[in-house]
């Protein structure tokens, strides 16, 4: 008897510890998410997109997140920090869509390798210990910096050690082909290895709907992420 009395007590504080987890989890919970937007602000894109669709769809991404989120900016050219990671609230939503305002297609080169190392360290150095980190790009060309054996040499470094800090460091990279110059390749190999995802967006109305999936991947990982923490703690308490 005393037996069965200790394992229903020990079922009673399982159940417990599962309702108070419960309760600080709500069902709209998730982790917090730190995202950094690497982007293409090339010559070339003045032609692929003489709209600027590209700023349309990021305001609509960033309209779509909360103080839960924060976002920073990086244009390729120089991997120049327009805006470090900033709470993407209502009071902040200013700030952070003036930074892509300099989105002027005027870059003579296109050195995303560099604007991926520069948002890897954002992440590594202002991340939140806690956050679902990823870096989302997009270009519409490959690798150029003026040298053809630099642009292999920075290629490699990016589909080897980048990919490899990134991964070390649990940050998806999720990689935006924009027409069909882009070096779909490259960027299909560094979001495989971050276990990121990789899109085509052949012309400039497609983008919007791009980062509306990479937007709902990204929640939904952090979603499930909460059920996985909270499934964790209730096994580690039964």
Do not use: C, H
């Not at 037996?3 to 007590?9: M, V, Y």
């Not at 599962?18 to 709209?28: C, M, R, Y």
């Not at 290629?155 to 110059?181: C, H, P, Q, V, Y």
Request: proline share 1%; net charge negative; no cysteine.
């Amino acid at each position: 008897e005393d037996k069965t009395t200790s394992l229903s007590e020990d079922q009673v504080l399982a159940e417990e510890l599962d309702t108070e987890v419960q309760l600080n989890f709500d069902d709209g919970a998730s982790l917090p998410i730190d995202i950094m937007l690497v982007l293409d602000n090339s010559g070339s894109m003045k032609k692929n997109d003489p709209n600027f669709l590209v700023t349309e769809a990021i305001k609509e991404f960033i309209s779509q997140k909360n103080e839960n989120t924060r976002v920073g900016i990086i244009f390729d050219g120089k991997a120049q920090l327009k805006i470090s990671l900033t709470v993407a609230s209502f009071a902040n939503r200013e700030a952070i869509l003036n930074s892509i305002k300099g989105m002027n297609y005027t870059g003579q080169y296109t050195d995303f390798p560099a604007a991926i190392e520069r948002a890897i360290y954002e992440l590594k150095d202002n991340g939140r210990e806690d956050a679902l980190k990823s870096i989302i790009f997009m270009t519409d060309g490959i690798v150029d910096t003026g040298n053809v054996n630099r642009d292999l040499e920075k290629s490699k470094w990016m589909r080897e050690d980048l990919a490899a800090d990134a991964a070390d460091n649990e940050i998806k990279i999720f990689g935006i082909a924009f027409t069909e110059a882009a070096d779909f390749q490259l960027i299909q190999s560094i979001s495989q290895q971050t276990k990121g995802e990789y899109f085509r967006a052949l012309v400039a109305e497609d983008l919007q709907n791009v980062f509306q999936q990479i937007n709902e991947v990204i929640n939904k990982v952090s979603e499930s992420s909460v059920v996985s923490e909270i499934e964790k703690i209730t096994i580690g308490g039964t």
